[in-house]
C-alpha cells in the first residue's frame, strides 16, 4: 500500500523559501510515475503547483513557475518543494500526491494527510 | 488555460435522495482526463472517478460519472450520511498541466 507523508515547517516568514519534503513508503520512486504537490489555501479550492518524475524531469503550474523548485531523492524515496519569495497568499494545506495512470486515464493518488503552511512574520 | 466551473457551488439534499453535481469546462476536455474527488472536513480529498465515468477502487456503485466534451455530471443515486462532503472535478492536459473545479459542497438538508 503505497503511503506519503508531507513534512517540514509550519510557519515561514514573508520573503523566505518554503520548503516541504514528501516521503513515499510502499512503493520506489525509481520503479515510475509522476509524483506532484497540490495546495487548498483555507476554505478554498485546490491548486497544482507541479510534478516530478523520477528521472528529474518536472512541470510546472505556470501561475507559480518563477518561485517554484521541485526535486526528487531516489535514495530516500522522497521528493521536495521549494516556494520562493512566499507571501501570505502562500498560506494553504499543502498536499504531495502520485499522479496515477491507467485505462488511458490519469488521476491523483494516493494523497498525503497534507500540512498547514503559514506565511506570517 | 481551462477553466472548470461547478454547480451549484452548495448543494441542500436529504439522505436516500438523489444529487446530481456538475462540472462545466471552458474548453473541450478528453473524457479520459477527467476525475472527480471527494474532500471531507480535514481530511486529503480522494478519488471517486477517472476517465469520466470509472470508478475507483473501493468506492460504492451509488458513485457515477458521465459527460463528455465540455459538460460532466458526478452522480450520487442515494446519499449516504457519510456522502456529505465537498466534492471537485480536475482536467488533465491543457495548461495548467492540471486544474480542479472550485468545488461543490453537498450539505445535509
Known amino acids: 500500500q503505497v503511503q506519503l507523508q508531507e513534512s517540514g515547517p509550519g510557519l515561514v516568514k514573508p520573503s523566505e523559501t518554503l520548503s516541504l519534503t514528501c516521503a513515499v513508503s510502499g512503493y520506489s520512486i525509481s520503479s515510475g510515475y509522476y509524483w506532484g504537490w497540490i495546495r487548498q489555501p483555507p476554505g478554498k479550492g485546490l491548486e497544482w503547483i507541479g510534478s516530478?518524475?523520477?528521472?528529474?524531469?518536472?512541470y510546472y503550474n505556470p501561475s507559480l513557475k518563477s518561485r517554484v523548485t521541485i526535486s526528487v531523492d531516489t535514495s530516500k524515496n522522497q521528493f521536495s518543494l521549494k516556494l520562493s519569495s512566499v507571501t501570505a497568499a502562500d498560506t494553504a494545506v499543502y498536499y504531495c500526491?502520485?499522479?496515477?495512470?491507467?485505462?488511458?486515464?490519469?488521476?491523483?493518488?494516493?494523497w498525503g494527510q497534507g500540512t498547514l503552511v503559514t506565511v506570517s512574520s | 488555460e481551462i477553466v472548470l466551473t461547478q454547480s451549484p457551488g452548495t448543494l441542500s439534499l436529504s439522505p436516500g435522495e438523489r444529487a446530481t453535481l456538475s462540472c462545466r469546462a471552458s474548453q473541450s476536455v478528453s473524457s479520459s482526463y477527467l476525475a472527480w474527488y471527494q474532500q471531507k472536513p480535514g481530511q486529503a480529498p480522494r478519488l471517486l472517478i477517472y476517465g469520466a465515468s470509472s470508478r475507483a477502487t473501493g468506492i460504492p456503485d451509488r458513485f457515477s460519472g458521465s459527460g463528455s466534451g465540455t459538460d460532466f455530471t458526478l452522480t450520487i443515486s442515494r446519499l449516504e450520511p457519510e456522502d456529505f462532503a465537498v466534492y471537485y472535478c480536475?482536467?488533465?492536459?491543457?495548461?495548467?498541466?492540471?486544474?480542479f473545479g472550485q468545488g461543490t459542497k453537498l450539505e445535509i438538508k
Open positions: 500526491a502520485r499522479r496515477a495512470y491507467g485505462s488511458g486515464s490519469t488521476w491523483f493518488d494516493p
Open positions: 480536475q482536467q488533465y492536459g491543457s495548461s495548467p498541466l492540471y486544474s
Open positions: 516530478i518524475y523520477h528521472s528529474g524531469s518536472t
